[in-house]
């Protein structure tokens, strides 16, 4: 069983009625339920508002993939917070970050880029070219997907050239993006999903919600946690795994730790 | 004329009389010395203890590359500095990370990886493999290169993917280094290269300075700096390449910034 | 139940008495057992002598997994068959290429590059590095194995930069290797092993069959074959996704094939 | 002096009026002006009727950067000239593929994969968007350029993960395609880039005649040619690197070549 955790910062469907009207229990709400179909899949949620922003240490072990939509308060997310899921992700936590999550503290510390790109609240036609369509991401899809209804984002997207570009998006208004891109970063992987406006049902379309079941077993990783992966071991002459002698001067004393 | 400045924390040269026996004027002044003998390089200094560390804004946006070299005080280092370079990497400026920079913040921001790897200061042999010799900074060096007495840094590394594998170190105690490795986030060329310890002459080394005055000419991106790399315009309906009319509801009022 | 073949040219076992004390039944057979100790995978083989090599295209569209070992008949399979493996990867079967395979025609082909490197049969110490301990090749290995006596491999490796790097081999002799590489191709998944010399036990090593079970499961791609995945087909103007209408002149008829 | 050779199958030209209107004295003599506008490029041509397609052996070990546009005739370009770009371009030529040779045979070589897509000849409006500005292709061409009519190229493009995705394109009839794409195979850079369909004046336009300056400049590689890149030489023992003796049986005998 896959545990799957998805975090909302949940603002939108309590200030504002349109997104309310889509979302009344909240984007998590309706994203939980869509992976949850998977039987393999266990779907939580986790909101800003909560202690820790319901993103414990404790939980967070327990997580194999994590779900993030965010916009309006990415601001507000604790950057201790933010240490503590990048840090899961290093270890081997799936990490799936949601449209406007582009901007989520989380994403751009995994990505060292500024994540920009160009948007327009329109409500045009966007259609999602699959690139791959062998990909674990894609299974049950198609080759494309049409939205009637969603925001745009046009290219430039700032962020690495990534491990593979899995989809991407035309849009009525002229423009393109990548709306599919999968990273490593550690024993981690990555996957930015563009599509999910929140003045838009978006996250009810069948195919949207298939991708997203794709996304969470593609993500998870089951190789147990890597928790040391940030730690720096100084391997003494003794335990070289060749037999060597010292040579010259040294900075460092037997067994010290190194400088971070 | 490329504008080059070495930064150097400037701190094992002060306090231990066997690095300042090796570079009695600081790592950055060796550094500095042997990329100027490139004509096309015009090389200053600066160093931690400097206001805003040698690199106040004005300094930085006329800095075409800049060469990072720290140790014992990386978390000295203002994080209000590490944004200010980390966002001209971005508009541009080229970035060579050295040795034990591995751990500096500007790098791990740029990674978002741990960027952890192992190591042993045991003064043993070191061996770089050039893997592609007809790149543009392995060039007049030959196949490989040999250094005496380095420290070892031991694989795993916990970097992205490169986008380009360089060079490859072997070490006499047994472990293996992929010494040389390139990236590009944003408008920004990066290059990390491993050899230097501070007790070691490594940077008096005639290939190792060959190599580095290559790599500055590399980093170099002679377009004009990106400035509003990261900022995300809105590109409101009546701008939109193709015609488009508005559809649906709106969350932004028209011209409206963008959520951060 | 994933299919796998193990395709072996099989001429060192015959021609060679210490190769045929190692490999009594050929490479194949000593391959094939070791993954068919994964419960999931059914083996089979596939030598050069047999008619079509033993890869008639009934067979090869019931394989998932293909494993090639060739080293001195490289020259003698024939070009038809070689089409059929390349169409096939590219249609989703994986591929494992072990050792001196690197010159195999159909790993030449599926690179576009020489595939050359350095080499020395001196029966020297191989200890090969994992570099991403998380990967599903990787698991059950710990952080390295060692091999006593193996053929030397060293760079330049003449390979495109990987998808993965996931092991660096260190040689006594003082050369490095990338000994496991991954690409995706097409629908297809490649895995480059660069142990397994014929003059040594290697195919009889516990670890060396853990990443081969490992390998074949990475591979496996469980979507449906790809078959039209080197076809180009016209969209017609009536057909397109957006209402458009034909204009200037136009080279094609309607409905006529594009060239090839 | 980089000298640049472009090469056109010339056949479309010689037999359909609406080409031979656009393109008088063929597409090759339209680029190579476009290029030697370029005062540090020297532009020459060579076509598919010419003895050896215009590609002697003696010709190409001095070309920097061959371009290459082909569509009907791909078939009959000789397979032993085929060998020969392929061989230069590992050796450090720069190649700049044109539109529909996505479909050339030095293409499919280079790049492992089908190299296919869907297509459309109906004279749609073709935008393209920089993905990075900053790239030395794209300097002095704005953040995307407009073709009034061009011919549709749909993903999925079979081609393998680029070193950088540098262009892509949005199409009035509802299509994205990687219009710009990096590659980098043994010593040489290779640019794939799509437009430039015969039947309208693509190459006519300035902001395409930039790019294709651009592109030359990028892909000429000043490293003297890696002749050897193909071979794998034998590094006998008393020539390791480090001291080591001979262990276990040999298949080789000292000095023998390797098999291929």
């Not at 002459?237 to 060597?244: D, L, S």
Request: hydrophobic share 40%; charged share 25%; proline share 7%.
């Amino acid at each position: 069983m896959i545990r799957a955790v998805v975090w909302n910062e949940f603002v939108h469907e309590r200030e504002n009625p349109v997104v309310r009207s889509i979302y009344p229990d909240g984007i998590h709400a309706a994203i939980a339920a869509a992976i949850a179909a998977d039987a393999g899949i266990e779907a939580t949620t986790a909101t800003l508002d909560q202690p820790e922003h319901g993103l414990p240490a404790d939980r967070l072990k327990d997580t194999d993939v994590l779900l993030w939509w965010g916009h309006k308060a990415h601001g507000t997310v604790e950057d201790a917070i933010v240490d503590r899921v990048v840090q899961r992700v290093h270890e081997g936590m799936g990490l799936i970050v949601l449209h406007s999550g582009h901007f989520a503290k989380v994403f751009k510390r995994l990505m060292g880029t500024p994540c920009s790109l160009r948007w327009r609240e329109a409500g045009e036609r966007e259609r999602v070219w699959v690139i791959n369509r062998s990909h674990p991401i894609t299974q049950r899809i198609g080759d494309r997907l049409e939205l009637p209804s969603e925001e745009m984002y046009g290219e430039p997207f700032l962020v690495p050239e990534p491990l593979e570009t899995v989809m991407i998006s035309w849009f009525e208004g002229g423009e393109v993006f990548r709306s599919g891109l999968t990273y490593q970063r550690g024993a981690g992987r990555i996957f930015y999903f563009r599509p999910g406006h929140e003045t838009y049902p978006t996250y009810h379309d069948a195919t949207i919600q298939q991708i997203l079941r794709n996304a969470v077993r593609w993500a998870y990783n089951p190789a147990a946690a890597w928790h040391g992966v940030a730690e720096a071991p100084n391997v003494p002459v003794g335990r070289a795994p060749e037999k060597i002698t010292q040579k010259g001067a040294c900075l460092h004393e037997p067994d010290e730790e190194g400088y971070r």
